[in-house]
């Protein structure tokens, strides 16, 4: 599976990226845009940002997310003990102005170069 994704505003590229995590891309893309255009993060800090996932009323949580709100929902809370691959692999590359900046996932030891 895969979802390349890119990220258009007034006309221009802003961001393009892609994941890997079987079903579980589509939540590692979503957070990492809503992180970077929602939230003015960097690319890099929104890949490297604590995800969550929600699956069979179950939510899966990395470390740094508040669930506090949740506790009187019906839903089983799974919480990892640090960032995990279960929670997919975004690669990134955000443009600002003439500039690109790139973000490989931790979570899959990804790494961005520019040459």
Do not use: C, K, W, Y
Request: aromatic share 6%; hydrophobic share 45%; charged share 20%.
């Amino acid at each position: 599976m895969m979802a390349p994704s890119v990220v258009m505003r007034d006309g221009e590229v802003e961001l393009v990226l892609g994941s890997a995590g079987s079903n579980r891309i589509r939540s590692a893309i979503l957070q990492t845009i809503v992180g970077v255009v929602d939230h003015g993060m960097t690319a890099r800090a929104a890949v490297e940002a604590p995800r969550v996932h929600f699956e069979r009323s179950t939510l899966f949580i990395e470390p740094g997310i508040n669930v506090s709100e949740l506790r009187d929902m019906d839903i089983q809370v799974v919480r990892f003990g640090a960032l995990n691959l279960f929670f997919g692999g975004v690669q990134a590359v955000q443009r600002r102005g003439s500039d690109l900046f790139g973000a490989g996932d931790p979570r899959r030891g990804g790494v961005a170069v520019s040459v």
